[in-house]
């Protein structure tokens, strides 16, 4: 089992719709996860933080954390065009300040 | 704002060239690391130091080295480039005292090794 698993995309969704991005993790990783967006040619850019059991919100985003199961979720609701990209889920290690990635899930909005 | 900057955003070098890779951020941060990105491949960690002249080995190091003789500066150092190095290069950083770990990346270099 990958130490951080995403659903393999890509995903494609209508322009308005949800767009339902989620990840598992393993054992050896901790309990902060994070959402990055990377558009097509650029660097991985943080969206969302989620270090307790539940939900945040932020904007069009949810992030999700569910510690029993061991995912992660990312929401997008109203999705964009420009939401178009892919998302990488990563989380911590259980020390140390290294994170470990996701392969990404590229998400692409139809308008 | 974090602001991590990088010294190049494409790089053309010949095989056997000594390429270096600079990067800098301004939020003093202690925690740097190098990545490379592949199609299919993800991000890999190349090295990552958690203070000035640290340095600890990622999942791929072999064909690289890293310096870091100032807290804000991380260079990567590829000794002698080979074709198989032709990649994304993404430098990132995070603040040690954070328990979350954050990670905060640069604009990144592509590297070409003809």
């Known amino acids: 089992q990958k130490e951080v698993e995403q659903n393999s995309g890509p995903l494609s969704v209508p322009e308005g719709a949800i767009a339902s991005l989620n990840c598992t993790y393993s054992?050896?990783?901790?309990?902060?996860f994070f959402w990055y967006r990377q558009y097509s040619g650029k660097s991985p850019e943080l969206i969302m933080s989620i270090y307790s059991n539940g939900d945040k919100e932020d904007g069009r985003f949810t992030a999700q954390l569910n510690k029993a199961s061991q995912y992660v979720s990312l929401l997008i609701r109203d999705s964009q065009p420009s939401d178009s990209a892919t998302y990488l889920c990563a989380g911590s290690y259980n020390q140390g300040g290294k994170l470990i990635f996701g392969q990404g899930t590229e998400l692409s909005v139809k308008p | 704002d974090v602001k991590v900057t990088q010294s190049s955003r494409y790089l053309v070098k010949r095989t056997g060239e000594k390429v270096f890779l600079e990067c800098v951020q301004d939020m003093d941060h202690e925690n740097m690391f190098w990545y490379r990105q592949d199609p299919g491949l993800g991000l890999r960690l190349i090295y990552f130091?958690?203070?000035?002249?640290?340095?600890e080995k990622g999942d791929i190091p072999e064909g690289y080295s890293v310096s870091r003789e100032k807290k804000e500066r991380f260079s990567l150092i590829l000794e002698s480039a080979s074709t198989n190095q032709t990649s994304m290069y993404l430098c990132a950083s995070s603040f040690s005292g954070s328990r979350y770990n954050e990670q905060f990346f640069g604009p990144g270099t592509r590297l070409t090794v003809l």
């Open positions: 054992d050896r990783v901790s309990q902060s």
């Open positions: 130091s958690y203070d000035v002249k640290m340095k």
